[in-house]
C-alpha cells in the first residue's frame, strides 16, 4: 500500500546547529504534505505545510522543500533551541479526493544546550 | 472555542468489552479523522468523514465503527475490544471537504485493553 517512509528516526543536535528531517512518499497523487510536532504526551500540532503546486515554503526558523519528481520532502529548522526537541512527523495525502493521510513513523530530535 | 474534544482520556477495558470514543467539534469543520498511535510509530488513520452522513475507510478500520449524523461529533465505536486495539487514540478536524487542510488534534484517549 502507499506509505511514507521518514528518517532519521532520532536526531540529536547541540543547540544553535541545524536539524534536517527527510521524508519519501510512494503515492505520486499526493499533493499535501503536513509535518507535525508532538512534545510527550501531548497532542500533534502543526508547525508547517506544504502543497505539491510549491517547491518551497519558510515560517521564521522552519522551512520545508518538496521535490515531487523524486517524491521526497524535507523539514529544516534552523538555529535549534532545546524547545525545540520533540516528535517530528511527516504526512502524506493520498487516495481518493486526498481524503487519506498517511504518516511517517516520527522523528525525535533532542537539542542539547 | 474548545477545539477538539476528547472523551474520555482514559480507559481500560477487559478483552471483548466494547466501548464509544467521543469526538466533538465546535469548529464547524467538515472534515473529522480518527487516528490510533503505537508506540515508536506515527499515528494511523481509522476512519474519516467529509461531512455529516458520509465516512470511509482509512489505513487500519478493522474492529472499529464510525458514524457522523452531525457536524459536530464523529463517535468510534470499539464492537470488541482485542489486546491488539490499546493504543492512543486522536480525533483530528479540519475546514474544508478534503484532508488538504491542517488538521487540529483533541488531547487523545489512552485505551488499554487487559
Known amino acids: 500500500g502507499e506509505n511514507v517512509e521518514q528518517h532519521p528516526s532520532t536526531l540529536s543536535v547541540q543547540e544553535g546547529d541545524s536539524a534536517v528531517i527527510k521524508c519519501t512518499y510512494s503515492d505520486s497523487a499526493s499533493n499535501y504534505f503536513p509535518w507535525y510536532k508532538q512534545e510527550l504526551g501531548k497532542r500533534p500540532q502543526l508547525i508547517i505545510d506544504i502543497r505539491s503546486n510549491v517547491g518551497e515554503k519558510k515560517d521564521q526558523r522552519i522551512a520545508v522543500t518538496l521535490n515531487k519528481t523524486a517524491k521526497h520532502f524535507s523539514l529544516h529548522i534552523t538555529e535549534t533551541q532545546p524547545e525545540d526537541s520533540a516528535v517530528y512527523f511527516c504526512a502524506a495525502s493520498i487516495g481518493r479526493g486526498n481524503n487519506d493521510m498517511r504518516f511517517g513513523a516520527g522523528t525525535r530530535l533532542t537539542v542539547k544546550p | 472555542n474548545a477545539g477538539v474534544t476528547q472523551t474520555p482520556k482514559f480507559q481500560v477495558l477487559k478483552t471483548g468489552q466494547s466501548m464509544t470514543l467521543q469526538c466533538a467539534q465546535d469548529m464547524n469543520h467538515e472534515y473529522m479523522s480518527w487516528y490510533r498511535q503505537d508506540p515508536g510509530m506515527g499515528l494511523r488513520l481509522i476512519h474519516y468523514?467529509?461531512?455529516?452522513?458520509?465516512?470511509d475507510q482509512g489505513e487500519v478500520p478493522n474492529g472499529y465503527n464510525v458514524s457522523r449524523s452531525t457536524t459536530e461529533d464523529f463517535p468510534l465505536r470499539l464492537l470488541s475490544a482485542a489486546p491488539s486495539q490499546t493504543s492512543v487514540y486522536f480525533c483530528?478536524?479540519?475546514?474544508?471537504?478534503?484532508?488538504?487542510?491542517?488538521?487540529?488534534f483533541g488531547d487523545g484517549t489512552r485505551l488499554s485493553i487487559l
Open positions: 468523514s467529509v461531512g455529516a452522513g458520509i465516512t
Open positions: 483530528a478536524s479540519s475546514w474544508f471537504r478534503d484532508s488538504n487542510q491542517p488538521q487540529h
